[in-house]
Nanobody, 128 residues
Framework: QVQLVESGGGLVQTGASLRLSCAAS????????MGWFRQAPGKEREFVAA?????????YYADSVKDRFTISRDNAKNTVYLQMNSLKPEDTAVYYC????WGRGPTYYSGTQTYRYWGQGTQVTVSS
């Protein structure tokens, strides 16, 4: 049984940093691309970042988080991370990690339908 478990969310002030973690089990972690998505109240789930384990380790970001967020993965620990700096109130959302089978390109990895497995999410709240 595949499990993705997020942790590291919380309540912070504008400009603060948080590091989210997602521990995976029940799958061959290195064979999956790992992504982070977020969903704010009343909004659709949106792509944040993705890290592909092959093809030279391609990484993709949403424009809204580029230069502030960094995704990384440790295949030895079956864990993907999201380092979030310079947080803004508009970053407030439930953050989900997800695992996707092989594909190609930023359009593929930014789509929710691409991802086969999802975690339960962790709340991030940024106060102004």
């Amino acid at each position: 049984q595949v499990q993705l478990v997020e942790s590291g969310g919380g309540l912070v002030q504008t400009g603060a940093s948080l590091r989210l973690s997602c521990a995976a089990s029940g799958l061959t972690f290195s064979m999956y691309a790992m992504g982070w998505f977020r969903q704010a109240p009343g909004k659709e789930r949106e792509f944040v970042a993705a890290a592909v384990s092959w093809s030279g380790g391609s990484i993709y970001y949403a424009d809204s988080v580029k230069d502030r967020f960094t995704i990384s993965r440790d295949n030895a620990k079956n864990t993907v991370y999201l380092q979030m700096n310079s947080l803004k109130p508009e970053d407030t959302a439930v953050y989900y990690c997800a695992a996707a089978p092989w594909g190609r390109g930023p359009t593929y990895y930014s789509g929710t339908q691409t991802y086969r497995y999802w975690g339960q999410g962790t709340q991030v709240t940024v106060s102004s």
